[in-house]
């Protein structure tokens, strides 16, 4: 049986899985992820701060104009599209097989995909709100409104809802999080390295059967898992469902 027989099996069989993913998922749709060769945080962007200085909170506040500057050129990829894998972990969600999908990711593709219940533990570029008056805007509006975005109403600076290094991460996201991966028959780690916590730490909370990796590189929880898949996800993904009848 091939791994991706075996993959297609355990789903067919699961009616509470769920999938922890991060940049891996996407970089199938050209959005490039952090900590491989060709990642974000391996490209020289600046001679002063490293990429994850650049994407912490301290930086936000302390040097907003370079901080946009960085954020429009690395974390928004508007023309982006969901790959495979997006849409494959959408028809599980359909076919009941799937309970939630919970991302690092700030992209959006997995509910552009279709999937209905998506915990952002990192937030998303698609939300912006104003830091003084909670003021609501679109991705358009930060991308625009250069060197710093502001409020029409207030004033105020317009942040992306994303966390940032050293921003704490929503509680109900958390405890959703938490729930699920506790209530899970099946969980999928895929497209993510396992770095960066406390995200990192909620596959722990997993008690159910089948724990399958799928990432082009090792990672810790390797060890752990019945079934490690060093393919592309979003290929496998889309090939075990389409073997599940
Ligand atoms: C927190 C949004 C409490 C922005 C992100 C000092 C001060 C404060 C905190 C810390 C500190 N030192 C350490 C910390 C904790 C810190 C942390 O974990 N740092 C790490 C680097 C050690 N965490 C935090 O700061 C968190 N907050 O702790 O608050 C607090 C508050 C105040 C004071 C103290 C504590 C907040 C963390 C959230 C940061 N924001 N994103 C942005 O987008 O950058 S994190 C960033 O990393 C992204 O969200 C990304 O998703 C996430 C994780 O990376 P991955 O998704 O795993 O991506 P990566 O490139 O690493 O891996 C991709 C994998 O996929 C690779 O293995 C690759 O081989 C594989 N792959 C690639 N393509 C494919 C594939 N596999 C299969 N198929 C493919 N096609
Ligand atoms: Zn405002």
Redesign the pocket.
Known sequence: MTDIEKLAEILSNSTSAVFFG???MS??SGIP????AS?IYNQKLNQTFSP?EM?SHRFFVSHPEEFFAFYRER?VYLDAKPNAGHLALAELERRGILSAVIT???DGLHQIAGSRVVYEL?GSIRRNYCVECGAKYDVSFVMNNKPVPHCTRCGGVVKPD????????DNDNISNSIRAIANADTLIV?????????AAGLIDYFRGRHLIL????ATHADADAELVIRE???ETLSKAVALIE
């Open positions: 991060g940049a891996g970089t199938e992820d952090f900590r491989s990642g994850e994407a974390f690092q990711n700030i990192h994303v966390v940032l290094y050293g921003e704490h991460l895929g497209g993510t390295s396992l770095i960066v916590y406390p799928i990432n082009k590189t592309p996800i979003g």
